[in-house]
């Protein structure tokens, strides 16, 4: 609807803080703006002028007995919003769920009520449960913006948040969301804090230890920063954003799932602080451990591995720092009841061959039909991963995991599992031996006879990115070199797959400067002492 067929409707007094509340017509405006509500204005429009709105303040928006806050963008185009309008970016519009053109209420919003504990957290005070509280229940209702969400973030980051801030920060993420109760006493999941590209272990846990009868509901987030999330990659496969009915039916019927967990809103408030941590490159302890505690405890996990990897390259890079995060995790996790198994494992290079959704999925049916073919550090770091995990079993014998995942794995019944679950959710045509991979490829070559001695993990992944995964899910970094081989001058080390010249070139110009690969001697590959 355009402005000038929208009707005139008289202000009116806003019985709750008496401030004027004008009418309307919504429109949606096209614009992604990542977890962030915003709202459009034109400067000559009759509302912006005699409310006194101002560019970035907030506005409440009402329809339909819902309520959204929503931050305001003055406009001067009249094909974006015209001056009887109001116009909503996706998000936004989205989360109002009335249709275009409907007629909503408009007035200026009260400031957050938390604003007080987040000035004392600014200023570097300890907070207490209750202020914790309050700042996630306003984030979560998208009272925040851009600029009061970095402030925080900031601030956690700045003055570290002790062990029991960070308890009642993971605690107040689970307390503002959905909580789902599988009505079972024990429900397993397995996470990773992140950082190494490849790594797709949980889509041979989840089928592994739901064929031995647990019950193993995963649910993932889709790629951030990195070439693919494990729901990017199962998404070559089946579909992945199901509703929650349905995925409970999945669940029920196969002891587990592989799926997108945005549709199920666990921890509402960790997706909004996501959305400014992930630019600023702030990944704090306490943020961390509050952020993977609260998805697991809202989705019903009773009892989780975590995968905390160490290397050069990789999130953690020393020992001291990984048993430092441990303990953290450790002290939360049981001020939530949550039983914990924390594996503190190697993380110098990539985990598998393929780095992207349609290789990781090849490398991942590989493992599960048992392809010669198939990467066996990813088979073997599952294996382990899947063994502890049966582990929580009381009927399982410490120590006798990892041979009854074998076992699993080995007979076939991990590869029939996950067909099934595969199906139940919608499966999609895939064929490991010939995947649609990015036609579009160049290679990268050994510069010096040697031993592969180093391989950064970060420098890969912005290389897989820049071809274009997780977007393009044929896109991304095939290895053919790990660390410890022996390799000859000349010799390929990776092959870099992309759908579109442009990414093409992004990628080649990022290995023109490194490739990510060090060629060296034995003596020169670091050596970790980890579990495996």
């Given at each position: 609807?355009?402005?000038?067929?929208?009707?005139?409707?008289?202000?009116?007094?806003?019985?709750?803080?008496?401030?004027?509340?004008?009418?309307?017509?919504?429109?949606?405006?096209?614009?992604?703006?990542?977890?962030?509500?915003?709202?459009?204005?034109?400067?000559?429009?009759?509302?912006?002028?005699?409310?006194?709105?101002?560019?970035?303040?907030?506005?409440?928006?009402?329809?339909?007995?819902?309520?959204?806050l929503a931050t305001l963008n003055v406009v001067d185009d009249l094909s974006?919003?015209?001056?009887?309008?109001?116009?909503?970016?996706?998000?936004?519009?989205?989360?109002?769920?009335?249709?275009?053109?409907?007629?909503?209420?408009?007035?200026?919003?009260?400031?957050?009520?938390?604003?007080?504990?987040?000035?004392?957290?600014?200023?570097?005070?300890?907070?207490?449960?209750?202020?914790?509280?309050?700042?996630?229940?306003?984030?979560?209702?998208?009272?925040?913006?851009?600029?009061?969400?970095?402030?925080?973030?900031?601030?956690?980051?700045?003055?570290?948040?002790?062990?029991?801030?960070?308890?009642?920060?993971?605690?107040?993420?689970?307390?503002?969301?959905?909580?789902?109760?599988?009505?079972?006493?024990?429900?397993?999941?397995?996470?990773?804090?992140?950082?190494?590209?490849?790594?797709?272990?949980?889509?041979?846990?989840?089928?592994?230890?739901?064929?031995?009868?647990?019950?193993?509901?995963?649910?993932?987030?889709?790629?951030?920063?990195?070439?693919?999330?494990?729901?990017?990659?199962?998404?070559?496969?089946?579909?992945?954003?199901?509703?929650?009915?349905?995925?409970?039916?999945?669940?029920?019927?196969?002891?587990?799932?592989?799926?997108?967990?945005?549709?199920?809103?666990?921890?509402?408030?960790?997706?909004?602080?996501?959305?400014?941590?992930?630019?600023?490159?702030?990944?704090?302890?306490?943020?961390?451990?509050?952020?993977?505690?609260?998805?697991?405890?809202?989705?019903?996990?009773?009892?989780?591995?975590?995968?905390?990897?160490?290397?050069?390259?990789?999130?953690?890079?020393?020992?001291?720092?990984?048993?430092?995060?441990?303990?953290?995790?450790?002290?939360?996790?049981?001020?939530?009841r949550l039983s914990l198994d924390v594996v503190i494992t190697d993380g110098?290079?990539?985990?598998?061959?393929?780095?992207?959704?349609?290789?990781?999925?090849?490398?991942?049916?590989?493992?599960?039909?048992?392809?010669?073919?198939?990467?066996?550090?990813?088979?073997?770091?599952?294996?382990r991963l899947a063994g502890r995990l049966i582990e929580c079993d009381p009927?399982?014998?410490?120590?006798?995991?990892?041979?009854?995942?074998?076992?699993?794995?080995?007979?076939?019944?991990?590869?029939?599992?996950?067909?099934?679950?595969?199906?139940?959710?919608?499966?999609?045509?895939?064929?490991?031996?010939?995947?649609?991979?990015?036609?579009?490829?160049?290679?990268?070559?050994?510069?010096?006879?040697?031993?592969?001695?180093?391989?950064?993990?970060?420098?890969?992944?912005?290389?897989?990115?820049?071809?274009?995964?997780?977007?393009?899910?044929?896109?991304?970094?095939?290895?053919?070199?790990?660390?410890?081989?022996?390799?000859?001058?000349?010799?390929?080390?990776?092959?870099?797959?992309?759908?579109?010249?442009?990414?093409?070139?992004?990628?080649?110009?990022?290995?023109?400067?490194?490739?990510?690969?060090?060629?060296?001697?034995?003596?020169?590959?670091?050596?970790?002492?980890?579990?495996?």
């Amino acid at each position: 609807m355009q402005a000038q067929n929208a009707p005139e409707v008289p202000a009116a007094q806003n019985g709750n803080h008496g401030a004027l509340i004008s009418q309307l017509a919504l429109r949606r405006v096209a614009i992604d703006t990542w977890r962030e509500n915003v709202a459009y204005l034109h400067r000559d429009c009759a509302v912006y002028r005699a409310e006194g709105f101002q560019a970035l303040s907030k506005i409440e928006v009402r329809a339909n007995g819902r309520r959204i806050l929503a931050t305001l963008n003055v406009v001067d185009d009249l094909s974006i919003v015209g001056c009887r309008e109001l116009g909503l970016s996706e998000d936004a519009f989205a989360q109002l769920g009335v249709e275009n053109g409907h007629m909503v209420a408009v007035a200026q919003a009260e400031p957050p009520e938390s604003m007080g504990a987040l000035f004392r957290k600014i200023s570097g005070e300890r907070l207490e449960r209750g202020d914790f509280l309050a700042i996630v229940r306003d984030i979560a209702d998208h009272r925040y913006s851009k600029i009061e969400l970095t402030a925080f973030v900031v601030a956690c980051n700045r003055d570290e948040l002790d062990r029991e801030e960070v308890f009642f920060l993971s605690d107040a993420m689970v307390a503002t969301g959905h909580r789902l109760d599988w009505h079972e006493p024990l429900v397993v999941d397995k996470h990773c804090i992140g950082g190494i590209p490849g790594n797709r272990t949980s889509m041979l846990i989840v089928p592994i230890v739901a064929a031995h009868g647990m019950l193993c509901p995963k649910t993932s987030s889709r790629a951030i920063t990195s070439p693919a999330g494990t729901a990017d990659t199962m998404e070559v496969l089946a579909t992945v954003e199901l509703p929650l009915e349905q995925l409970r039916d999945i669940v029920r019927d196969q002891r587990g799932c592989l799926a997108w967990g945005g549709t199920a809103h666990l921890s509402p408030a960790d997706d909004v602080l996501i959305s400014v941590e992930r630019p600023l490159s702030i990944d704090s302890p306490g943020q961390m451990v509050a952020s993977i505690l609260s998805k697991k405890i809202a989705a019903g996990s009773t009892h989780l591995v975590l995968d905390i990897p160490i290397g050069p390259t990789a999130k953690v890079r020393s020992m001291p720092e990984a048993q430092r995060l441990r303990r953290l995790f450790e002290y939360v996790a049981q001020r939530m009841r949550l039983s914990l198994d924390v594996v503190i494992t190697d993380g110098r290079q990539p985990i598998g061959n393929g780095i992207g959704p349609v290789l990781e999925a090849r490398d991942v049916m590989r493992v599960l039909e048992n392809d010669p073919r198939a990467p066996n550090d990813l088979r073997q770091k599952a294996l382990r991963l899947a063994g502890r995990l049966i582990e929580c079993d009381p009927d399982v014998r410490g120590g006798d995991g990892y041979a009854i995942a074998r076992d699993i794995l080995d007979s076939g019944r991990a590869l029939a599992r996950m067909q099934a679950i595969i199906t139940a959710q919608g499966g999609k045509d895939f064929d490991h031996n010939n995947p649609q991979l990015g036609a579009l490829t160049f290679e990268v070559s050994a510069p010096d006879s040697g031993v592969v001695a180093g391989i950064n993990n970060l420098q890969i992944a912005r290389i897989a990115r820049l071809a274009g995964a997780p977007k393009v899910q044929g896109a991304g970094v095939d290895l053919l070199c790990k660390l410890g081989d022996t390799v000859i001058a000349g010799q390929t080390l990776y092959r870099v797959h992309a759908g579109f010249p442009t990414d093409l070139e992004f990628a080649r110009q990022a290995c023109s400067k490194t490739s990510g690969y060090y060629i060296g001697t034995a003596d020169d590959v670091p050596r970790v002492f980890v579990e495996f």
